[in-house]
């Protein structure tokens, strides 16, 4: 029995290593795909569009202040911070929120993370500024969805408005006046819509513009937000890539394979080039390459140290922040 259970596990790794990259099993993408769905749902509700894992640069600190999600509707834009904690929340008396794990009954504490949104919000609203739209007082809120559904607050009434809890996330309907009232409003009341449409074309632009993530989208329906560092692989496949880089290509997708010899296979690769002038690439804009399956990607998740590789046979697709 045991030389069976062996023989099976022995088997099963070459299959998987073969087949897939390690990384794709060993990396923990909970937090990220949470994320996601949050945004999703955002984006399905309010029909506004939804800007994911910016690096807003920080005047004051001289650094780059990560932002999880900015929805920009056409009467007002939202930092919404996503906190992916489990257990039971409270806050504690200096504002930091106390988490206690369901079973393990581990305590941890954290930062406000109102009061850490708060904050972005200032810093978004200064790059606005310097990027020559300044906007009227209130135009910027902020929102911190618990995106967990086992997360528990403890003593509701302790928490700021802004907090959103699971049970309430999930229940959101566009016409709710309890939880989101505020996030429709005209800020710009009594003046033209037409220029109202050339703010919200420029806040668009900025967005799409500003530094944000690199995003891996992989296969078993994980989402990776962190750097893209360099391809590996064959000298030939690698030099074949070299014309990927950031500051040519906004995105690439994975096509599907082709067989050679062996029994090796071959994928297509699609990438468009950059366009600093609007948002994505017309179809014509989109080239091909094609790779061994083999090759890898390094890749460094965000709030990591670790580099990870991922086969491109592993990837959907990735997006390169400018």
């Given at each position: 029995m045991w030389a069976e259970l062996l023989c099976g596990l022995v088997i099963y790794r070459l299959?998987?290593?073969?087949?897939?990259?390690?990384?794709?099993?060993e990396v923990e993408t909970n937090d990220t795909d949470s994320k996601f769905l949050v945004a999703g749902r955002i984006e399905k509700l309010y029909g506004g569009k939804v800007y994911m894992g910016l690096r807003i640069p920080d005047s004051?600190?001289?650094s780059r202040q990560n932002i999880d999600m900015v929805l920009v509707t056409k009467g007002e834009v939202v930092v919404i911070g996503v906190k992916n904690y489990s257990g039971f929340v409270r806050t504690d008396a200096d504002g930091s929120w106390i988490c206690i794990g369901e079973k393990e009954r581990l305590t941890e504490k954290h930062p406000d993370p109102v009061a850490e949104t708060k904050r972005q919000v200032g810093i978004l609203e200064s790059y606005f500024e310097q990027r020559g739209v300044e906007l009227p007082i209130g135009y910027v809120s902020?929102?911190?969805?618990?995106?967990?559904p086992n997360c528990r607050i403890i003593n509701s009434e302790d928490f700021p408005p802004e907090v959103v809890p699971f049970d309430q996330s999930i229940t959101l309907k566009p016409e709710t006046k309890s939880v989101f009232s505020g996030w429709i409003k005209d800020a710009f009341r009594g003046g033209k819509k037409e220029m109202q449409d050339g703010i919200n074309q420029k806040l668009h632009f900025i967005l799409s513009t500003a530094p944000m993530w690199d995003r891996l989208e992989l296969k078993e329906n994980k989402n990776l937000l962190g750097e893209f560092l360099e391809f590996k692989g064959k000298q030939e496949d690698v030099q074949a890539l070299r014309h990927i880089k950031r500051s040519k290509v906004s995105r690439l997708v994975i096509q599907k394979s082709t067989m050679f010899s062996l029994g090796r296979s071959k994928l297509q690769v699609l990438y468009s080039a950059r366009d600093y002038r609007s948002e994505g690439a017309s179809g014509s804009e989109w080239k091909e390459v094609t790779v061994k399956s083999s090759t890898e990607v390094l890749f460094q998740p965000q709030n990591s140290t670790k580099i990870r590789k991922f086969k491109l046979s592993s990837i959907i697709s990735m997006s390169l922040s400018a």
């Open positions: 299959f998987r290593r073969f087949f897939y990259d390690d990384d794709i099993f004051d600190t001289g902020c929102r911190v969805v618990l995106s967990n």
